[in-house]
């Protein structure tokens, strides 16, 4: 079946430190890999996401490369801020599936000190 | 934009007693929404997935006379808790399917979630 894996938090860094949250997963066929993040009281939100092999996705300096070859998808970021505190989660979509069916890994807590 | 809404955001309940979670995209129309559920420390798990003006498509293991899910306009979608018990107590979570610009193209809308205790 389809599944994803996760580092556990909390992770603690201080400011300006480099991120790595790693994420493995399970699937058959080709699925898009995802990463979620959810900031205190808010919903998640889609921060980046890959379709195929050797993608990278990226956005506000995050950045995940697709690799099959080691089924992972590792959550980058080179200098964190205090505003990047929040809990991140990695997903995949299997086409063949319903629209909606994301499988979510269990999600990582990210607490920036100043 | 693509913001989801949900009301209310926390819940308490005598069990026995039905509870109705609304989930509204504010600002764009969604033919599709789902429903999912979180228990502490672990992952999103999907309930069913809401189309306007149609049946819901529910997940297996998910009991439909218990989770009605009503999907009437393009902008809201309800879930109510039918005869709620105390392991019915969770998270409960909307999203709306929507396309978005790049670089995230079609993407689901999250709402902040609603939490339900029952007694």
């Known amino acids: 079946g389809n599944s994803v894996t996760q580092m556990e938090g909390p992770v603690t860094l201080s400011e300006e430190a480099f991120l790595t949250i790693n994420c493995t997963y399970t699937?058959?066929?080709?699925?898009?890999l995802f990463w979620y993040v959810q900031y205190p009281g808010e919903g998640l939100q889609l921060l980046l996401k890959?379709?195929?092999?050797?993608d990278k996705g990226s956005n506000k300096g995050f950045e995940a490369t697709y690799r099959k070859e080691t089924t992972s998808f590792h959550l980058e970021k080179g200098s964190v801020q205090v505003s990047d505190s929040a809990v991140y989660f990695c997903a995949l979509l299997n086409y063949g599936g319903s629209q909606g069916n994301l499988i979510f890994g269990k999600g990582t807590k990210l607490s920036v000190k100043p | 934009g693509a913001v989801v809404s949900q009301h209310p955001s926390w819940v308490i309940c005598k069990s026995g007693t039905s509870v109705k979670i609304e989930c509204r995209s504010l600002d764009f129309q969604a033919t599709t929404m789902f429903w999912y559920r979180q228990f502490p420390k672990q992952s999103l798990m999907l309930m069913a997935t809401s189309n306007e003006g149609s049946k819901a498509t529910y997940e297996q293991g998910v009991e439909k006379d218990k989770f009605l899910i009503n999907h009437a306009s393009l902008t809201l979608s309800t879930l109510t808790v039918t005869s709620a018990h105390p392991e019915d107590s969770s998270f409960y979570i909307c999203?709306?399917?929507?396309?978005?610009?790049?670089?995230?193209?079609?993407?689901?809308?999250f709402g902040p979630g609603t939490r339900l205790l029952v007694l």
């Open positions: 890959a379709t195929k092999a050797d």
């Open positions: 999203s709306a399917f929507y396309i978005a610009g790049a670089p995230l193209g079609e993407t689901q809308y």
């Open positions: 699937a058959t066929g080709y699925p898009s």
